[in-house]
């Protein structure tokens, strides 16, 4: 299949499009405009909140797709096309299981806030990057708007010491580790490749037509998704597995490497 087909280009963000100072390149905004001229639908899906990725494409979230919260939330422009919160009922069962879990601290995601009871200055500290708008709470209860994601943090590793104690959850949740120290739990279907099957179903484009990037287990069912998936080369060994083909890291541009091929095969056909 040739580069030349695509017409949906979906990228994770942390890991994948940023580089390791949480940036993006003028290189991509670049081949942005050039992916805008051949008609190109650009999505950005992160785990990361709305407003968490509207401040890192602040430039054209005008002409963007956005999937947040690992697929609980997609947005074009104030236009909701998808919303999967996780019900009041689920949301106390999950907490009161988590609550004895040691080094497991708390994030509940809302679109357009995060809350913490968490103490841990390591966290509070990385929340001015991840979640900037957030709040710290005492319980759930003052919580009033619906929460789409619970993020785990862990000092160390949460695939070394949370995701064993909350695998036992994935007959009823999304349970993804999505970074070194972070673990999800959202509800089945609030997942990116939902999400993308979404919009691939509502603009007629067939996975033959999908070029999507991921370096993390919460974009696995989004790689599936596309025949033209790519795991960058610093992802997670599984994410390796599920990808069909390679690209260069986050600090190599590799999200550019592609869409600049992707961009000089489309200007190649029409030449």
Partial sequence: MSLSDVKLVVTDMDGTLLNSNHEVSDLFFDLFKKMKAHDIIFVAASGRPLYGILDKLHSIKDDIIIVAENGGLALKNEDVLLSTPISSENLTKINTLTKTLKGANPVFC????????????????????????????????????????????????????LYPNLKHLETDFKVKVSANHWV???????????????????????????????????????????????????????????????????????????????????EAKLS
């Fill in 110 to 161: 809302t679109k357009n806030k995060a809350y913490t009871n968490s103490k841990s200055t390591k966290l509070l500290d990385l929340l001015s990057e991840y979640y900037a708008n957030f709040q710290c709470i005492d319980t759930i209860d003052e919580i009033k708007e619906p929460v789409y994601k619970i993020a785990f943090y862990h000092e160390e590793s949460s695939e070394k010491y």
């Fill in 184 to 266: 999800d739990i959202s509800e089945n279907n609030a997942n990116k490749g939902y999400a993308i099957n979404l919009l691939q179903e509502k603009y007629h484009i067939t996975p033959k037509e999908t070029l999507v990037f991921g370096d993390y287990n919460n974009d696995i069912e989004m790689l599936k998704a596309a025949y033209h998936s790519y795991a960058m080369e610093n992802a997670h060994p599984l994410v390796k597995e599920t990808a069909r083909f390679m690209t260069k890291s986050n600090n190599e541009y590799g999200v550019e490497y592609i869409l600049d091929l992707l961009i000089k095969e489309k």
